[in-house]
């Protein structure tokens, strides 16, 4: 069980990304050493960090890095849609790898950056919940189907605990009318991490990713326990964009599932 609010050592892949530099700058408080870790340069060493360079889908330098550390945030990976390739390595074998390591180094808690694209194929009309069977919209979606599901077995078989976070839209800005659902402020992203990485009990917990926005398609009353309450909302942008991007066509895929664009993306050629 965790009863603390601060690491020795917290784990943060993915640093170079758009979510990892947010969360480099606003996780340091929860940890006495953070580790940030990319396979591209994310820069030096800041005051209570430690850099390491590393590619996700290499297990010896995956050992390496996990070792020492007692939580992982994982960021890391390919965020979009994209060839099965780059994919099965950033995402399938990348998480293995990591799992495998956090196994053996006995860390006691995973962060999982999980996407809402494990349901993008339930139509924008439903409402589901944390128990409502995948959907993926994506290979993308799919690898982290694999991942969410990876974190179960290895809680269920060695008692890892994992919240894999169903992430919404996190952006500086709503940018379109499906993101007045999705949106999730980097606020409140930095609280779900927060909630998720210290809230005694988490077992294996998944959680959809969004800000109090009125338009709402995800229901996590069973996640309740991690003690998330989320304090931004899209409403307050919704004039704004609601005249900058005119109603879809009602039978336009982006407009109709939860998954938008991602419906329709790719296949993309090798
Ligand atoms: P991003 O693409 O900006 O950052 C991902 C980072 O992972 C990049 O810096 C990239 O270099 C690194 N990476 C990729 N493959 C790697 C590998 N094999 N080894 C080491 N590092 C590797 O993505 P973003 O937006 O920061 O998202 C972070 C995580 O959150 C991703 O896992 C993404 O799937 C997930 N997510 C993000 C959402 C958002 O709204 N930003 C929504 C849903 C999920
Ligand atoms: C995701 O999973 C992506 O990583 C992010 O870039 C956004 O596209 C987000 O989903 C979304 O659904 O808006």
């Not at 050592?9 to 990304?17: E, F, I, K, Q």
């Not at 929860?30 to 590619?55: F, K, M, Q």
């Not at 338009?215 to 909302?233: C, E, I, Q, V, Y």
Request: proline share 5%; hydrophobic share 40%; net charge negative.
């Amino acid at each position: 069980m965790i009863d603390q609010q601060k690491y020795s050592r917290l784990l943060l892949t993915g640093a170079g990304g758009g979510l990892g530099k947010v969360l480099r700058e606003r996780l340091l408080p929860y940890a006495n050493v953070l580790r940030v870790s990319d396979r591209i340069d994310v820069g030096p060493a800041n005051t209570a960090e430690e850099v390491v360079t590393c590619d996700l889908a290499d297990k010896d330098a995956v050992d390496q890095l996990v070792r020492g550390s007692d939580a992982v945030a994982h960021f890391g990976g390919i965020s979009l849609e994209d060839r099965f390739e780059p994919i099965l390595q950033s995402n399938i074998v990348g998480v293995f790898n990591l799992y495998e390591a956090v196994r053996k180094h006995g860390v006691k808690r995973v962060v999982f950056a999980s996407s809402n694209h494990v349901t993008g194929f339930y139509k924008q009309s439903e409402k589901i919940d944390v128990d409502s069977p995948m959907r993926p919209d994506t290979l993308y979606g799919l690898s982290k189907c694999f991942g969410e599901n990876l974190s179960r077995f290895y809680f269920d078989r060695y008692g890892i605990e994992t919240v894999c976070l169903r992430i919404g839209s996190s952006f500086p800005v709503v940018k379109d009318r499906r993101m007045l659902a999705t949106y999730l402020s980097y606020d409140d992203l930095v609280e779900l991490v927060r909630c998720a990485l210290f809230a005694p009990n988490a077992g294996h917990t998944v959680i959809f990713g969004a800000s109090d926005n009125s338009t709402m398609w995800w229901d996590n009353r069973k996640a309740a326990h991690l003690g998330f309450k989320p304090k931004d909302t899209s409403d307050v942008q919704r004039v704004r964009v609601e005249a900058a991007n005119p109603p879809l066509d009602p039978s336009n895929p982006v407009g109709i599932f939860q998954g938008g664009a991602f419906v329709c993306a790719g296949p993309f050629d090798d």
